[in-house]
């Protein structure tokens, strides 16, 4: 599994915001994809509508997940192809090894996917002694200067083209050159050679079909298609939720994906992929083995208040809009995933207490629902792990953040539901707030448990004159 720093987070985070190079690129991504995505829903023959649609399939899909996944195995394996069902990321990368191992393969091509990344299956291949080639321009920028993505669908936007031109000419000996076309030039030189003498080609699965037995990849390079059909052998994992039931829902979503993805109404090139090649198609690989992967999914299918994450099509828009991840970037998350889904789905996979920063995290403003192409709900979700964080539970193995905490907000709420005891609690509080430093009016500093409300602003005093007694007397100098 991919190195997990979710501990790191504030840390990182801190660190991500005195970054100068990383700010701008941020603002420019969201700037470019967050409206650009809300226009693409409204410019749907059906209107942003369609993502309610596009829920229901999904929810009808995860909650058929065994008899999707079983026709859709079924129908690859009668077409020629090979399904493994990896209960672990353990179990997914020790296939591909055997795999490697039976067809002597030295060199492998991949294409961009996130679910591989997850496994940490580069680093099993290359410790085995073999060399995987990332094809995905993006993918290869960070493999080269020996990184994990910083985003779903863009995992260079970090990185500024005089990073790049400066990474390229150390690592591939070229002339130093930011300019875009002559990088793009120099990757795709280097990569056809890959694509040559890879021996095994590696892709993720955006939305697989059940009816047809089919995965489908998009991407926009063309890189997918030749890794997925120069090599004598393709492998290709999903995560198990990413099956659909028939070709119409696949349609619906892929019409989304697009949208939420990159604001396209379609991937410039989109790979339908049912089996091996043969007598009909000439092109495919000898072999294609498609890896179905649990890797804690089906525990996440079995709690009622967290399968709907299972919905997600990894399109990224939440990122996109995101005010958190606009500002943090992905590598502060310390995961595969990171913006909102990152921050509802880790948690879930590597454990709630520990990667329980990312949760807390999030401003719950709802920017990435309304964005989501399949309009998922990630705040009651992200609030759902709070309050799993503040009480415990011991189903998912978590222990309560702070008794304090709990505590406090439990006086907070027998306070407010008495309202004699609350005036009476912010007379006290206007009086007692007088000891606290001030900055123009407003408290600079608290002190103990309190003081990470002042840590990085200051916070209004209470009101000499509560709102309540404002509010009468501005009614009686009306009447
Ligand atoms: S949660 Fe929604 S917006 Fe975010 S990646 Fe998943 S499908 Fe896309």
Not at 6 to 27: G, H, M, P, W
């Amino acid at each position: 599994m991919t190195e997990i720093t979710t501990e790191k987070y504030i840390e990182s985070a801190s660190q991500a915001l005195k970054d100068q190079t990383l700010q701008s690129a941020l603002a420019n991504v969201q700037g470019r994809l967050g409206p650009g995505t809300a226009a693409a829903y409204r410019n749907l023959a059906e209107g942003p509508d369609l993502r309610l649609k596009a829920h229901e399939i999904r929810e009808h899909a995860v909650n058929n997940l065994d008899i999707l996944l079983e026709t859709l195995a079924g129908n690859i394996r009668s077409n020629g192809g090979k399904v493994f069902f990896a209960r672990t990321a353990r179990n997914a990368v020790d296939y591909c090894l055997d795999l490697a191992k039976t067809f002597k393969v030295s060199q492998a091509v991949k294409g961009k996917s996130m679910v591989t990344e997850e496994i940490g299956l580069n680093p099993a291949m290359e410790a085995a002694g073999m060399e995987v080639n990332e094809t995905d321009l993006g993918e290869y920028i960070i493999q080269l200067a020996g990184e994990h993505p910083s985003h779903i669908i863009a995992p260079a936007i970090h990185k500024t083209r005089q990073q790049v031109g400066k990474l390229f000419s150390e690592k591939l000996d070229i002339p130093y050159t930011e300019n875009p076309p002559e990088l793009t030039h120099a990757a795709r030189k280097a990569l056809r050679e890959k694509f040559l003498s890879a021996d095994m080609g590696i892709s993720g699965c955006n939305l697989a079909c059940a009816e047809t037995g089919h995965i489908t990849l998009v991407s926009n390079e063309g890189n997918i298609r030749m890794s997925t059909t120069l090599p004598r052998v393709h492998v290709a994992v999903m995560g198990m939720e990413r099956v659909v039931a028939n070709l119409e829902d696949h349609e619906i979503l892929f019409r989304l994906l697009s949208r939420g993805a990159a604001a396209q109404k379609l991937g410039g090139c989109v790979t339908y992929i049912g089996g091996p090649g043969g007598p009909e198609f000439p092109d495919g690989p000898e072999e294609f083995h498609l890896i179905i992967l649990d890797n804690g999914r089906s525990r996440i299918l079995a709690d009622p208040e967290f399968r709907e994450i299972l919905c997600c099509i990894r399109c990224s828009a939440c990122l996109n809009a995101c005010p958190v991840y606009g500002k943090i970037g992905g590598h502060a998350y310390g995961s595969t995933y990171c913006g909102p889904i990152g921050a509802v789905l880790t948690p879930l996979m590597v454990g709630i207490n520990r990667a329980k920063d990312l949760c807390l995290g999030e401003s719950l403003c709802g920017a990435c629902q309304q964005a989501c192409s399949v309009n998922i709900d990630l705040p009651r979700m992200l609030r759902e792990l709070r309050a799993r964080l503040a009480d415990g539970d011991p189903d998912w193995d978590v222990t309560p953040v702070s008794r304090t905490e709990k505590g406090v907000y439990r006086a907070w709420a027998f306070l407010v539901n008495h309202p004699g005891l609350y005036r009476l609690f912010l007379k006290l509080g206007a009086l007692g707030q007088k000891i606290f430093p001030k900055n123009k009016e407003m408290i600079s500093s608290m002190p103990g448990p309190a003081k990470g409300w002042t840590q990085t602003r200051d916070i209004p005093p209470i009101a000499k004159t509560p709102f309540r007694d404002q509010w009468k007397k501005l009614n009686s100098n009306k009447r």
